[in-house]
């Protein structure tokens, strides 16, 4: 029986796998986009994007200057991250997954589209704009560092903050057309090849796969001693 079971740790024994875990920055605009979206689970006036139902009640001036008075932490604490360098935490084990954060980062674009009704509403159609930038550069660099999820949560961050970006270019000013021309450029470079989500999703996989195989040996040395 020893020598069975000798055999078949042998032969079954968890790959010896090197797989590269970053150094995460010592600043990262990821920590501002969480503590954003945590301040954001305390607001009274939802964005109205929350609740189609609702659509229409909540795009009353009155409720849209309330919800952009509750919007301001949340916002400024956003902003304060897209200077800042940003890379997901790497997913190395089962217990590290947590789909919160992408729940919420997707209610702050959300919060986004819902602050440029706002300005669309006081007529400040450069703001509506440039708040709607805002959402896009962080759909830009949520993919950066991480897997398929925080890639898939970046592309919907990107769609609901550019829905409705296009209409409001017209009124601009020549000089503010080329702000926006700027930035988008400033944007673009930011982006994460999809190589590179794919090439992080494999790493992660590889290693959860490592670590159910280690959690699981136990088990099947206790099953075949037993039998």
């Not at 970053?22 to 979206?37: C, R, S, T």
């Not at 898939?152 to 829905?163: F, Y």
């Amino acid at each position: 029986m020893v020598v069975t079971v000798v055999i078949y740790v042998s032969h079954n024994r968890t790959p010896n796998i090197v797989i590269p875990t970053p150094a995460m920055p010592a600043v990262n605009a990821y920590n501002d986009f969480v503590l954003a979206g945590q301040i954001a689970g305390g607001m009274q006036h939802k964005t109205p994007y929350d609740s189609l139902s609702q659509f229409q009640q909540q795009l009353s001036t009155a409720y849209l200057t309330a919800f952009h008075k509750d919007a301001a932490p949340v916002l400024a604490v956003l902003r304060g991250g897209l200077s800042k360098p940003y890379l997901n935490p790497p997913e190395r084990s089962l217990r590290s997954l947590t789909f919160l954060q992408w729940a919420r980062f997707r209610e702050l674009a959300r919060i986004i589209a819902g602050e440029a009704l706002y300005y669309q509403r006081v007529r400040q159609p450069d703001r509506a704009v440039n708040v709607l930038l805002d959402g896009l550069e962080m759909g830009v660099m949520i993919p950066r560092g991480g897997g398929l999820n925080p890639g898939l949560v970046g592309l919907a961050c990107d769609s609901i903050c550019t829905h409705d970006f296009e209409p409001l270019l017209p009124p601009l000013s020549p000089a503010e057309l080329a702000q926006v021309a700027a930035r988008l450029d400033r944007i673009d470079a930011k982006r994460t090849s999809f190589a590179d989500v794919l090439a992080e999703e494999a790493n992660s996989q590889i290693a959860m796969d490592m670590e159910a195989l280690r959690d699981s040996t136990g088990i099947k040395i206790f099953a075949l001693s037993r039998s």
